[in-house]
């Protein structure tokens, strides 16, 4: 006479064999994503734009910069710093914003990891 397991212990046995595969999956998963290369873009130069180049005394303007990678391309995703070259004549904020304190000349600069323009 052949004795064969009840079906709740057939359960128990297949049950564990089964769980290993979408255990395995979500590992080979995580393995995957750990070792993607990050790409790393080094900065060539930044060209700034303003939408006017005169602006009277008071008047503001937002600059634009634009990040170029090594061997061409824009490089996104690198923080900007903005300084002006006279802050006594126009001044520039963290976000670009460029505001006519008196009258005069100045020229805006944008820089990100070492390049800089104007």
């Known amino acids: ?3 064969h397991p009840s079906p709740s212990h057939r359960s128990r046995l297949i049950g564990p064999r089964l769980l290993w595969l ?3 999956l979500l590992v080979a998963a995580l393995l995957a994503l750990a070792s993607c290369d990050a790409v790393i873009t080094e900065v060539e130069r930044v ?8 602006l009277t005394v008071g ?3 937002q600059a634009q910069a634009q990040v170029f990678a090594s061997g061409g391309g824009g490089a996104a995703n690198h923080s900007v ?7 006594g004549v126009a ?5 670009g914003w460029v505001t006519a304190v008196s009258p005069g000349e100045t020229r ?3 820089s990100a990891e070492g390049a800089a323009g104007w």
């Open 47 to 54: 060209e700034v734009s303003l939408p006017n180049s005169s």
């Open 108 to 110: 805006i600069a944008a």
């Open 59 to 61: 008047q503001g303007a």
């Open 22 to 24: 979408p255990v395995a």
């Open 1 to 3: 006479m052949a004795v």
């Open 81 to 87: 710093q903005w300084t002006s070259e006279r802050p």
């Open 91 to 95: 001044t520039v904020n963290s976000n």
